[in-house]
């Protein structure tokens, strides 16, 4: 008999979903409007003009859906709070009624034993602080801090992990440089400068909860796992160090190394100046934290070649690198499937950023639901076992959470790509597990995988 391959005893088993992408109730209980209201109700934005005024219903479902969670054998359930359903104006007075649903929510699941891990936020900016620059205005970070503080004034009792922001880098450049997110912008100095007011308000957030005595705090990155198409060419692997540091590092080293590299701080010097980074924040954005979750779905290839126009709007500073066409089999978002490129990621991180205890906060797989799903299965077994290979290596993961526990709202893509372990009839909204739900189950059960 063979034992396969066991997780430490603690290992944190869960999976993961955001307000917006699942909750529906827009306009219910005092909720404000979101910069992704906005933007999914303006035409040509998402997908078949799909909005998430329905979603899966989740608000009014909660009960039900919990009930799922348990059924599955979920341990944790990384959730994230509506800024616009707890203020609806921002800031301001708090919204009472949309902290009762979390409230309700939070009690739900430690009812069936499940561990909440708290977002602050995944995206759903509110409407009325875009109007008034959004991310690319400094009082923004302050407003988020005050928000952060409200929640964890309700929910603190109750929650132990809190993450405030989910993928400051999507915010950033899918947000305000290439605009295929909301609100829809296309101007890099902005984006370079909502990079640093995301830092800054992870920063004050991590200080106001901090204080308020939250137990284990952090932040969810999405970094790329950037590989040299050709490993021996001396221009490739050149290439993967420049947008490691361009795009990984110009997060990972304020949060964790206390400053921007030197070659970061000179792109955002040359495309917004450094007039919106004031002496302090380095300061602030490197407040300690317990725990980085990382986000993981695909690779980037790279390679260096004179010429090439670079990796476009959300790449800026890598003209003459040229961005690899995803190769090789892919998942329905036509993403490349490569367990190893994880594997390098959580390595470099832990050799790089020594001491870091990390949680993968999201990694998961869309295919259509056809048939069985064998799929999904085997991406998630594929990088489970890379998430072991790297605990074996020395690195400190702490858990996974799988994307997503339910078919939900994929942002630009709408209702078209399905994540879900849990399949949404969207008419009916009857949920039913998938064969990759019974096989968590059992992967939960047994603490991890056959040989
Ligand atoms: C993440 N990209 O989004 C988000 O955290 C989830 O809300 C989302 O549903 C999930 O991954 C699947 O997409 C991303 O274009 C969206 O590089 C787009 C990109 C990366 C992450």
Excluded at 193 to 210: I, Q
Excluded at 249 to 270: K, M, T
Excluded at 328 to 353: F, K, N, V
Excluded at 437 to 444: E, F, K, M, P
Aim: hydrophobic fraction near 40%; charge should be negative; glycine fraction near 10%.
């Amino acid at each position: 008999m063979t034992l396969g391959l066991r997780f430490p005893d603690e290992f944190v088993w869960g999976a993961a979903t955001a307000a917006y992408q699942i909750e529906g109730a827009t306009r219910d209980d005092g909720r404000g409007p979101s910069i992704w209201d906005t933007f999914s109700r303006t035409p040509g934005k998402v997908f078949a003009g799909h909005t998430g005024d329905v979603a899966c219903d989740h608000y009014y479902r909660y009960a039900d859906d919990v009930g799922l969670m348990a059924d599955i054998g979920l341990r944790s359930y990384r959730f994230s709070i509506s800024w616009p359903r707890v203020k609806p104006d921002g800031t301001g007075p708090v919204n009472p009624r949309g902290l009762d649903f979390y409230d309700r929510l939070v009690d739900t699941l430690h009812e069936r034993g499940i561990d909440p891990v708290v977002t602050l936020y995944h995206w759903d900016l509110p409407q009325p602080l875009e109007d008034r620059g959004g991310w690319t205005a400094r009082e923004t970070a302050s407003w988020f801090a005050e928000y952060a503080a409200a929640v964890h004034q309700r929910l603190g009792d109750r929650v132990r992990v809190w993450t405030t922001l989910n993928e400051p880098w999507c915010s950033a450049f899918l947000g305000y440089a290439s605009g295929i997110h909301a609100p829809g912008r296309q101007d890099p100095a902005a984006a370079l400068k909502a990079l640093h007011h995301l830092l800054l308000a992870h920063g004050l957030a991590a200080g106001e909860l901090r204080a308020a005595g939250a137990e284990t705090l952090g932040i969810t990155l999405n970094p790329s796992a950037v590989r040299p198409a050709d490993p021996d060419s001396a221009a490739d692997v050149e290439a993967a160090r420049v947008v490691h540091t361009l795009s990984n590092r110009i997060f990972f080293d304020p949060l964790l190394a206390g400053g921007y590299p030197p070659e970061a701080l000179e792109l955002i010097e040359s495309l917004a100046g450094l007039g919106h980074i004031h002496d302090h924040d380095a300061k602030t954005i490197a407040a300690p934290i317990d725990v980085l979750g990382v986000n993981y779905y695909a690779p980037t290839y790279v390679a260096g070649r004179k010429g090439s126009p670079g990796g476009g709007p959300n790449n800026p500073g890598t003209e003459g690198i040229e961005f690899l066409p995803p190769s090789g089999p892919l998942t329905d978002m036509g993403w490349q499937i490569e367990p190893a490129g994880l594997l390098g990621l959580l390595e470099q991180i832990h050799a790089d950023y020594p001491g870091t205890s990390i949680m993968i906060t999201e990694n998961g797989a869309a295919f259509p639901h056809t048939g069985p799903d064998h799929d999904r299965i085997s991406y998630v077994d594929g990088h489970l076992r890379a998430v072991h290979e790297a605990i074996t290596r020395g690195v400190d993961v702490r858990g996974y959470f799988l994307w997503s526990f339910l078919d939900n709202f994929e942002w630009a893509e709408g209702y078209a790509k399905r994540f879900g372990i849990v399949h949404v009839d969207y008419q009916t909204q009857v949920r039913t597990l998938k064969e990759s739900a019974h096989w968590y189950r059992s992967v939960i059960a047994r603490n991890g995988l056959d040989a």
